[in-house]
């Protein structure tokens, strides 16, 4: 295993190794204080409250990213938030304690701010390493040196040709290189 990937392994170990043990172990000691019964409640409320703030929060940031494009200004701050929004709630709907109080702070406007930060710094480290992973010098994915796309300052690799063709990372604007597929 490369030494790029080693992250992405120890993040599932924790993610199905480490998390549910931890929430089985929160789960048995909240048990043992309130009652089986007790807790298993306080997770279903926990679950419905949860899913309220998701709901709230979803429309809110729904709300923000519509007003924010009508005004024809950049959304990241908006997409970000959508982003921990999903995030949150997909914390919210895995039983436990543990991953709701996550998700719960992932909800709290307050908190998001900091976590839209840390996401931030994320793509920004990931984009400057080579993307989200490339394939013979081509960023898979669509995540380029001009950002979101192939060639830079257009997004999606749109050159502006009117007659619609793409111009490709390297390439001279509406250049056609030949090539052949070789299949392995």
Do not use: C, N
């Not at 992250?7 to 549910?20: N, Q």
């Not at 984009?127 to 989200?132: E, H, K, S, T, V």
């Amino acid at each position: 295993m490369s030494r790029r990937r080693r992250p992405w392994a120890w993040i599932l170990v924790i993610a199905f190794v480490v998390m549910p043990l931890l929430e089985l172990y929160v789960l048995i000691q909240v048990g043992q204080v309130i009652g089986v019964g007790w807790a298993l409640l306080l997770i279903v409320i926990d679950s419905v409250i949860g899913a309220w703030l998701v709901k709230r929060e979803g429309i809110r940031a729904w709300r923000e990213l519509t007003q924010t494009l009508q005004q024809g200004r950049s959304p990241h701050r908006e997409l970000a938030d959508g982003a921990l929004v999903l995030l949150a709630g997909s914390l919210m709907l895995a039983p436990g304690f543990v991953t709701d109080a996550f998700g719960v702070i992932l909800l709290l406007p307050f908190a998001r701010p900091i976590a839209r930060k840390v996401l931030s710094a994320f793509i920004a480290r990931r984009i400057a390493q080579g993307g989200f992973g490339t394939a013979e010098g081509y960023v898979v994915g669509g995540f380029g040196p001009g950002g979101f796309g192939g060639s830079a300052g257009a997004p999606f690799g749109y050159s502006g040709d009117p007659r619609g063709r793409h111009t490709s990372p390297g390439t001279a604007s509406g250049d056609v290189v030949e090539g052949k597929v070789v299949d392995d």
